[in-house]
């Protein structure tokens, strides 16, 4: 991606991501929301441009092995995880090529699909 970090931040909220906040304790770290969900956008950032980055979410919801490897064989680009403390956590890379209106209004409408598709595999 060549795009700075403002641009981008201006483009993905024109794209359906609403505000970004900075996140407090992580530089080119953003909070946003997609409907409920509290997430949180990570930019990697090299010479003051945005090279690539990642949407997270995590939850306060115990999930095992078995329903990681359901969602993950059944989603192909929103990838879930079990953290460290057995808690469900969701992301979804950006790689170069999304750095445009059509492309970020793209993983916007897959990111909250999937994310409101959360219950039907973690209840």
């Not at 956008?41 to 949407?55: C, K």
């Not at 064989?73 to 170069?96: C, I, M, T």
Request: hydrophobic share 40%; aromatic share 14%; glycine share 8%.
């Amino acid at each position: 991606m060549k795009i700075k970090e403002a641009a981008f931040l201006s483009l993905a909220s024109r794209c359906g991501f609403g505000r970004f906040e900075p996140h407090a304790n992580a530089p080119s770290a953003y909070n946003f929301y997609t409907g409920d969900y509290r997430c949180i956008l990570f930019l990697d950032i090299h010479n003051g441009h945005v090279r690539s980055g990642q949407l997270f979410v995590g939850f306060d919801l115990s999930v095992n092995e078995h329903q990681v490897n359901v969602w993950n064989r059944n989603n192909r680009f929103v990838k879930a995880y079990q953290s460290p403390h057995g808690l469900l956590a969701v992301e979804l890379d950006l790689l170069s090529g999304v750095a445009n209106e059509d492309g970020l209004r793209e993983v916007f409408t897959l990111w909250s699909i999937q994310l409101s598709r959360l219950g039907e595999v973690f209840g």
